[in-house]
C-alpha cells in the first residue's frame, strides 16, 4: 500500500536559519503531494500540494517540488522565524476514487529567537 | 466562521462508555473523513463517506461507528470506549468527483480522554 516517510523530529533551528525536512513516499501511480502544517491546538492546513512530476509548491516562504525519480517532496525555507514553529505533515493522495490521504508521522518544528 | 467545526473540542469520559463526536462543514463538500491522531503517529484514517448514503471503513474502523445525517453532517461514535481510544480526532471534508486532486480541509480537533 502506499506510504509516506517524513524525517524524525524534533527540530530546533534558530531564527532565519534554513530549513529542510525530507519526505519520501512509495505509492502505485502518480499520487498528488502535500505539505500540511499544525500550529499548537489547531487542526491541519494546508501549507502547499503538487498533482504532478517537477511541479513545485510554494506558500509563505516555504517550497516543495515533487521529484518523481526519487519519489521525494523535501520541504524547504530559506529563512525561518519563531512563528513557523508547528508540526508539519507530508502526505499523499492516490488518484483512485477513494482519494484518501497517507499522511508522515510529522516533524515538530521549533524556531527559536 | 470556521468552515469545518467540530464539538465537543475536548472530553474525558470513563471505559465502557459511548461517547458521540459531531462534525458539520460549511464547504459544500460531499466527502468528509474522521481521523485519529496519536504521537509519533501521524494521523490515521477511522470512517469516510462519499455521500449520504456512503460510508467506508478505513484503517482504523474497529471499536467505531458512524453517522452520515446530512451532507453537512458526520458523527462518530465510540459505542464502549476503552483506554487506547485515548487521542485527537479531527474530522475533514473534501470535494468529490474530479475536484481538489485529493486535498482535504480539516477540523480544529476533539481531545478525546478514556480513564
Known amino acids: 500500500g502506499d506510504s509516506v516517510t517524513q524525517m524524525e523530529g524534533p527540530v530546533t533551528l534558530s531564527e532565519e536559519a534554513f530549513l529542510t525536512i525530507n519526505c519520501t513516499y512509495t505509492a502505485t501511480g502518480y499520487p498528488s503531494l502535500f505539505w500540511y502544517v499544525q500550529y499548537p491546538g489547531e487542526g491541519l492546513q494546508l501549507l502547499l500540494k503538487a498533482t504532478k512530476a517537477d511541479d513545485k509548491g510554494s506558500n509563505k516562504g516555504f517550497e516543495a517540488t515533487y521529484r518523481k525519480e526519487t519519489t521525494s517532496f523535501h520541504l524547504e525555507k530559506g529563512s525561518v522565524q519563531v512563528s513557523d514553529s508547528a508540526v508539519y505533515f507530508c502526505?499523499?493522495?492516490?488518484?483512485?476514487?477513494?482519494?484518501?490521504?497517507?499522511f508522515g508521522s510529522g516533524t515538530q518544528l521549533t524556531v527559536l529567537p | 466562521d470556521a468552515d469545518v467545526t467540530q464539538t465537543p473540542r475536548n472530553r474525558i469520559t470513563k471505559t465502557g462508555k459511548r461517547i458521540m463526536l459531531e462534525c458539520s462543514q460549511t464547504k459544500g463538500h460531499d466527502r468528509m473523513y474522521w481521523y485519529r491522531q496519536d504521537p509519533g503517529l501521524g494521523l490515521r484514517l477511522i470512517y469516510y463517506?462519499?455521500?449520504?448514503?456512503?460510508?467506508n471503513k478505513g484503517e482504523i474502523s474497529d471499536g467505531y461507528s458512524v453517522s452520515r445525517q446530512a451532507q453537512a453532517k458526520f458523527s462518530l461514535s465510540l459505542e464502549s470506549a476503552i483506554p487506547n481510544q485515548t487521542a485527537l480526532y479531527f474530522c475533514?471534508?473534501?470535494?468529490?468527483?474530479?475536484?481538489?486532486?485529493?486535498?482535504?480541509?480539516f477540523g480544529p480537533g476533539t481531545r478525546l480522554t478514556v480513564l
Open positions: 475533514a471534508t473534501g470535494p468529490g468527483g474530479g475536484l481538489g486532486l485529493g486535498e482535504q480541509f
Open positions: 502526505a499523499l493522495s492516490d488518484r483512485s476514487s477513494a482519494r484518501q490521504l497517507t
Open positions: 463517506s462519499f455521500d449520504v448514503k456512503d460510508i
